[in-house]
């Protein structure tokens, strides 16, 4: 009948949109809700018209968590389920270098989480600043490093082994101590500390970051600098120290790597929700920066939608990085214009 020709025609559209999430500004605030954002999900996840799931994934530049912990904590805010397999942090994708670098610094982020992350991730050899510190504290001059960081660190004598490559995943807690300690490495022979290279270019070991992010929201009244503002800082003391340019290799959103890696997560998606691997027609970008989210998408020819729950505060549109779906007071509005453009 026509009824049931114009419900599966919806079926097979709502089967070819997918949602991309940013999480911060539109789904959570840190720890608190965004109603909305709760709401969004239910419809998703089969509360609506047809009780089908429409396919959507989680793509954000948080860090400093094993994905496992994260969607765990996300779920609970969202009282929804969320699954790893639909999750992308900004360290996700740098899992793949655990098959180039077997010893790795990894730095920033609370405590030995990141360690933690790195080891999910399959590197061998896993070395925090803690551990070089504990080994040998004149590194960092000024660090008051405690008898709970030393009990706590894996300290290993670093003048005989090489570190093969330096992974920033999440913010520094301590500028002084990291920077120093990477610039260390940076101009050393081939990642041995207590060594400084002669040519600091041809021995130099890799550098890569999780997100390029300039500012972060956070409760206080302007944004605090994040991943982006620590490597400008580092490549210009490289830059003054050696006169060269430092070249590293930047993850998250906006960077194009990340936007394909995306794609391969909402394929298989399909395949876990609808048995079917395939990548969706129309993909909507739902997000609160225009500076990632929203360029990043833009560029990478998905429909973009602007949210006024987070970073953004302008008008009409964003001046430089305009969505082209549209600006929405909250997920919620983003999603029902969506569903109804598509379905
Ligand atoms: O700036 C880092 C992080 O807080 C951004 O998260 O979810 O907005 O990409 P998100
Ligand atoms: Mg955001």
């Not at 959507?56 to 948080?62: A, D, E, M, Q, V």
């Not at 899992?95 to 990141?114: I, K």
């Amino acid at each position: 009948s026509q009824v049931q020709d114009m419900s599966s025609e919806k079926v097979r559209a709502a089967k070819d949109m997918a949602f991309v999430f940013d999480i911060d500004g539109v789904l959570v605030h840190g720890d608190r809700l965004i109603p909305e954002g709760k709401r969004v999900l239910e419809i998703l996840n089969g509360d609506n018209e047809l009780a089908i799931k429409i396919p959507h994934i989680f793509l954000t530049n948080g860090s400093g968590k094993p994905e496992q912990a994260r969607v765990e904590q996300l779920s609970k805010i969202l009282q929804q389920p969320i699954s790893i397999e639909q999750f992308i942090q900004s360290h996700t994708p740098m899992r793949a270098l655990s098959e180039y670098y077997d010893t790795v610094l990894v730095v920033g982020g609370e405590g030995y989480r990141c360690r933690e992350v790195a080891e999910a991730y399959g590197f061998e050899n896993i070395v925090v600043p803690n551990d070089i510190l504990a080994w040998d504290p004149t590194i960092a001059p000024y660090r008051k490093f405690t008898e709970e960081e030393r009990r706590t660190s894996r300290p290993r004598d670093f003048s005989k082994m090489n570190i093969d490559a330096i992974m920033v995943f999440s913010d520094s807690r301590d500028y002084a101590t990291d920077m120093q300690i990477i610039v260390d490495l940076l101009r050393s022979e081939n990642g041995r500390l207590h060594t400084m290279a002669k040519d600091p270019v041809s021995q130099r070991i890799p550098i890569y970051f999780s997100q390029g992010d300039l500012l972060c929201p956070t409760e206080h009244p302007y944004p605090r600098m994040s991943q982006g503002t620590f490597r400008i800082g580092l490549e210009a003391m490289y830059k003054a120290l050696t006169g060269e340019d430092l070249e590293r290799v930047v993850y998250g959103k906006p960077e194009l790597a990340t936007y394909k890696y995306a794609d391969e997560v909402i394929a298989s998606w399909m395949e876990i929700i609808h048995n079917d691997e395939k990548l969706p027609a129309n993909i909507y970008m739902v997000g609160d920066n225009p500076a990632s989210d929203i360029i990043g998408g833009n560029m990478y020819g998905w429909n973009t939608c602007l949210v006024r729950t987070g970073v953004f505060q302008g008008g009409e549109n964003d001046e430089n990085n305009p969505a082209n779906f549209g600006v929405f007071a909250n997920v919620l509005e983003a999603v029902k214009a969506a569903v109804k453009k598509e379905l």
